[in-house]
């Protein structure tokens, strides 16, 4: 079935620091891909997404591009800030009407 | 929009009771998702509905959990009776025909604990 592997967290940066987190998929067709933020004491919110391959989302400064190629749908951002500490977590949906997540990935940025 | 909302935001109640929780999506949005969250598990889906009907409950762990849509604009998850292992974060999501780029939104949560 089709599933979304994570890098595992939590990843601790200093503040500026370029960001990176992980995202690989496993799926038939051609799924939509989502990168959803959870701040401390709240629900999920979207972030980004893309709907196909080579598609780059971004918002707030975070990006990342469908590689259908790596199956990948890593997040990046140049310059984290402190305000950026949250759980990040990739989902995709393959029309099959519900999201499937990863695990989550933990950020934490340092003044 | 007033986003998707969640009742109660926290519930403390003593293992054995009833548990309702409920709500409300997005007016206009046509499916509804029932998630489970806890450090151990992580993020769980545990029923969806479309157009009011269930199309997937086979996430609910036991028959100790219900969950409902009467219309399109009201669900309940409801547990009992409820045990400390039910102790989670409980988020409701909707979103409109989710097909290729259709997002889902998710409310605040509803924290329940069981002592």
């Known amino acids: 079935g089709d599933s979304v592997t994570q890098m595992e967290g939590p990843v601790t940066l200093s503040e500026e620091a370029f960001l990176t987190i992980n995202c690989t998929y496993t799926?038939?067709?051609?799924?939509?891909l989502f990168w959803y933020v959870q701040y401390p004491g709240e629900g999920l919110q979207l972030l980004l997404k893309a709907t196909k391959a080579d598609d780059k989302g971004s918002n707030k400064g975070f990006e990342a591009t469908y590689r259908k190629e790596t199956t990948s749908f890593h997040l990046e951002k140049g310059s984290v800030q402190v305000s950026d500490s949250a759980v990040y977590f990739c989902a995709l949906n393959n029309q099959g009407g519900k999201l499937i997540f990863g695990q989550g990935t933990e950020l934490s940025v340092k003044p | 929009d007033a986003g998707v909302i969640q009742s109660p935001r926290h519930e403390v109640t003593e293992m054995g009771q009833e548990v309702t929780l409920r709500c409300k999506p997005i007016?206009?949005?046509?499916?509804l998702f029932w998630y489970r969250q806890t450090m151990m598990r992580g993020l769980e889906l545990l029923i969806y509905f479309n157009n009011n009907v269930p199309i997937d409950d086979s996430g609910m762990p036991e028959d100790r959990f219900s969950a409902k849509m009467p219309n399109a604009s009201f669900s309940t998850l409801k547990i009992q009776p409820s045990e400390p292992r039910d102790s989670a974060v409980y988020f409701c999501a909707s979103g409109l025909n989710t097909g290729s780029g259709n997002t889902i939104y998710f409310g605040e949560g509803s924290w329940l604990t069981v002592v």
């Open positions: 799926a038939t067709g051609y799924p939509s």
């Open positions: 007016s206009g949005h046509d499916y």
